[in-house]
């Protein structure tokens, strides 16, 4: 039977992340093209023992990157969300442009949604890059990341 909590924990996430582009959730299918998700070791299988799922999202405003990253963990345990601003003129090749990084307690959904700082440059694709780190005695025990669908600015 399902926990409660969870179920609530669930509904709360899934309305936070309703901006976002791109859900990777922890199962062992992913197929989407432009969406790549991987765990600490590189794997497509994503077979997270701490983490619930990661989400990376962007929405272009105006001249500006609005960029947002989510996730949920199992259990209470420190983690770290990092999401950065990345750029391409060809879709391919990703530079960082800038990126935020925050510090959580809870296993709650959390997310972190900034705006790019400077403009965005004309010509370019641009995503986010969100990467998750779970950490049990100081030390990185999960890595889970996730991008989003590359959006281009003419």
Known sequence: ????????????????????????YAENDVNASTIIAYSTNNERSINWTYTSWVAAGIIIDGNYGKCTGSYELYSDMKSEITVTLMKSKDGNSWSKVESWTATNYDYSPSSLSKTSTNELEHGYYYCTHTQVQVYSNNKVVETGNSFSNSKYYA
């Open 1 to 24: 039977m399902l926990n409660s909590k969870k179920v609530i924990s669930a509904i709360l996430a899934l309305s936070m992340i309703a901006t976002t582009s791109a859900v990777v």
